[in-house]
């Protein structure tokens, strides 16, 4: 059975940094798309940052130039790399690698 599983999210004050990590426990036998999603109380989730798995990135425009996402393929591991980080950043990170779903990690920045 799939699963995967978030780490790396706690509190942390603006200005901050934080690694998120999602691990697969289980074997996804293709995985194209590996992406990172948030979601703010009263808020739609969003997409953060999505790799594939040749390579191409995409950001969200308001964490490019701060977020870093990478990949493991063999291991089956995405990260978020969060750089300077705002108050209004604060939300539950998802993981999503392919059609498989984290249960989120809470990320709280405080001003």
């Known amino acids: 059975q799939v699963q995967l599983v978030e780490s790396g999210g706690g509190l942390v004050q603006a200005g901050g940094s934080l690694r998120l990590s999602c691990a697969a426990t289980?074997?996804?036998?293709?995985?194209?798309?590996m992406g990172w999603y948030r979601q703010a109380p009263g808020k739609q989730r969003e997409l953060v940052a999505s790799?594939?798995?040749?390579?191409?990135?995409n950001y969200a425009d308001s964490v490019r130039g701060r977020f870093t996402i990478s990949r493991d393929n063999a291991k089956s591991r995405v990260y978020l790399q969060m750089n300077s980080l705002k108050a209004e950043e604060t939300a539950v990170y998802y993981c999503?690698?392919?059609?498989?779903w984290g249960q989120g990690t809470q990320v709280t920045v405080s001003s």
């Open positions: 999503q690698q392919e059609d498989f």
């Open positions: 289980g074997s996804i036998f293709s995985i194209i798309f």
């Open positions: 790799v594939t798995s040749n390579g191409p990135t």
